[in-house]
């Protein structure tokens, strides 16, 4: 997918024929993403750290509990050693929003302290579930991206394992980054380069794994 990224990085017009499997692929790949999520996450039952999912929900827990200013420091609140947040502040602020979402339906899942290791079912579901929403920043603009003629590519991407495999069977919310990215592909396609710009950089400041795509943008902006 980043190779695919990266070899469209050119000016062209995206191409307005509406495919008629469009629809249908883009359905087949958030089914797909449905069915993984049923599986077990990472660290499933397994403490003390529990795995990605328990990060991921760790991260919810301080950003909603602790003030901003602790989020990245080793405090009494916020133990680093603990699944210490590790990626830059756009993760931070998207973990903040599904936390208070989660806050919203049911406290006990984001309780300090007393909160680490949360499994329950429904909790799972709500966490599935925030993904297949983040999924929204990432497929479509990645189908707008693929010219609708080219069948094979659609195809390919729809049920390409590697993101759908980490995102909703591991645990991650990587669809972001790579959303952001694609839509900064469009925007710079579209002419707009500080758009594209603005969007990478958004990307970046919520993975690192987005600077594998940086030389690409910077030599094309350049």
Not at 61 to 73: A, C, G, I
Not at 107 to 134: D, Q, T
Request: charge should be negative.
């Amino acid at each position: 997918q980043h190779y695919f990224i990266q070899s469209n990085l050119r000016m062209t017009a995206p191409d307005s024929h509406y495919h008629e499997y469009t629809i249908p692929l883009l359905l087949l790949a958030l089914y797909i993403r449905i069915c993984i999520s049923f599986a077990p996450h990472s660290g499933y039952q397994d403490p003390p750290t529990f795995g990605d999912y328990e990060a991921q929900r760790h991260w919810q827990e301080v950003t909603v509990n602790v003030p901003l200013v602790d989020w990245y420091r080793n405090t009494s609140s916020n133990n680093l050693s603990y699944w210490g947040l590790d990626y830059p502040p756009l993760t931070a602020f998207h973990s903040q929003a599904v936390g208070w979402v989660g806050h919203s339906i049911n406290s006990s899942w984001v309780e300090l302290y007393s909160s680490r290791g949360e499994e329950s079912y429904p909790h799972k579901v709500f966490m599935r579930a925030s993904v297949l929403v983040a999924e929204l920043l990432h497929l479509p603009p990645l189908f707008l991206l693929t010219p609708s003629s080219n069948l094979p590519a659609l195809a390919l991407l729809a049920v390409t394992p590697a993101q759908p495999l980490i995102d909703h069977g591991h645990f991650q919310y990587n669809c972001i980054s790579l959303g952001l990215t694609v839509l900064a592909v469009l925007a710079l396609r579209g002419g707009r380069l500080y758009s594209g710009s603005c969007l990478f950089s958004l990307a970046l400041n919520y993975k690192q794994m987005s600077l594998y795509h940086a030389l690409p943008f910077f030599f094309y902006i350049l």
